[in-house]
């Protein structure tokens, strides 16, 4: 069965997680967000009376939701309870009113991939997940035109892995802190990542003149030093030229379209 989680389980959930990615799963940093936020359905799997997996529904709106997190025990995996968390989230969204679903997964992730397509989700959109950390830099004159009104964006958003959806409005309440940088026709909205304490995330950018994306990049990287910030990232659309990025040092972690974003009419899914 699921049922929510609650502060009582942080020391099992750090538990199961603690060998994930080497045992730096952002997991931990999140917990206490994910269980007191309201917009949050932050579930766990017991079996036998022990937790042993769980699993994250974020409502964007009463009609969209965002599935994040999914975790099994290492020790129960390759059982077939990552099927049975994903079934039990569907249900729950689906007990919830929503009609629309979304998640991000990467490239090699192949065995939440090929359950999620089983159940009715398809790939609609492919991103590079670039990074770079930022050492000490020439002091520079910094040129961009920085402002707390961010507009309308009718794209997917970023924040981390977190993708919120063209449909959604006014995504800057999923943000921490965001702001819009402008230089000449190129514009960016960045934000404090939720999940990489120090890491100044790009939400999304506007590239109107080719010709100058390299240098706004490099003020991008000048800004997030004067800011304090030792790291960035941006998850770039594979309809963007990455060569920019490239040349000011970003990197992707493996290799550049690495991560995949998914979609499934509720309404649709095969539970």
């Known amino acids: 069965m699921i049922k929510r989680l609650r502060r009582a389980d942080r ?31 932050f579930m766990g799997l017991w079996k036998g009376g022990k937790l042993i997996g769980i699993d994250n529904l974020r409502l964007f709106s009463r009609k969209v939701g965002w599935m994040e997190g ?14 049975e968390m994903g079934g039990e989230m569907l249900k729950l969204a689906e007990s919830l009113g929503l009609e629309r679903l979304y998640f991000s997964t990467y490239f090699d992730n192949t065995a939440s991939i090929k359950m999620n397509e089983a159940f009715g989700f398809r790939r609609i959109a492919v991103f590079t997940n670039l990074q770079k950390e930022i050492g000490e830099l020439t002091p520079c004159p910094i040129n961009l035109l920085e402002s707390d009104e961010i507009p309308e964006i009718d794209d997917h958003i970023s924040e981390d892995w977190m993708f919120i959806p063209k449909e959604i409005s006014n995504k800057r309440r999923f943000l921490n802190d965001p702001v819009r940088l402008v230089g000449g026709a190129n514009w960016a909205v960045v934000s404090r990542n939720s999940k990489s304490k ?28 004067a800011k304090s910030f030792f790291r960035i990232h941006a998850m770039v659309s594979e309809s963007f ?21 998914y979609y499934a009419d509720v309404s649709s899914l095969r539970v």
């Open 11 to 41: 020391l099992r959930v750090k538990e199961i997680v603690e060998t994930i990615w080497e045992g730096d799963d952002y997991i931990p940093q999140v917990f206490e967000k994910w269980v007191r936020d309201p917009s949050c359905h």
């Open 70 to 83: 999914m975790r099994i025990d290492p020790l129960y995996q390759g059982r077939g309870f990552g099927r």
């Open 198 to 225: 120090g890491c100044l995330d790009i939400n999304f950018i506007c590239m109107a003149d080719e010709d100058g994306v390299e240098n706004f990049l490099k003020e991008l990287l000048y800004y997030s030093r």
């Open 241 to 261: 030229d990455l060569g920019p990025f490239l040349s000011n040092g970003f990197r992707p972690f493996e290799r550049v379209r690495d991560v995949f974003l």
